[in-house]
């Protein structure tokens, strides 16, 4: 069973920063796209920044410039710096990973999210 688990969600004042961190464990036999959604109240879910096996990344226009993807292989890990947070960034922060259980398998799986708080 594959396992998500996301920290380092918080309270920060606007233009503060915070560092998202998503760790998988289980049985996997290879990760492909990482990558970071949130949902605010009222909101659907959207896309924040993805992370592709070699490191190719893909943002949202809204955190361009502010947000950034990374992600450690060997530690399974994907990060999300986020900096200058403002008021709208307030969300529940979900990891994502694309991932092969076997040849030939393709699955997915979500982390069950970290809050992140802006106050303006």
């Known amino acids: 069973q594959v396992r998500l688990v996301e920290s380092g969600g918080g309270l920060v004042q606007a233009g503060g920063s915070l560092r998202l961190s998503c760790v998988v464990s289980g049985s996997i036999f290879s990760i492909d796209a990482m990558g970071w959604y949130r949902q605010a109240p009222g909101k659907q879910r959207e896309l924040v920044a993805t992370i592709t096996s070699v490191g190719s990344t893909n943002y949202a226009d809204s955190v361009k410039g502010r947000f950034t993807i990374s992600r450690d292989n060997a530690e399974r890990t994907v990060y999300l710096q986020m900096n200058n947070l403002q008021f709208e960034d307030t969300a529940l922060y979900y990891c994502?990973?694309?991932?092969?259980?076997?040849?030939?398998?393709?699955?997915?799986?979500w982390g069950r999210g970290t809050q992140v708080t802006v106050s303006s």
């Open positions: 994502n990973v694309n991932y092969r259980a076997g040849p030939g398998t393709d699955f997915t799986s």
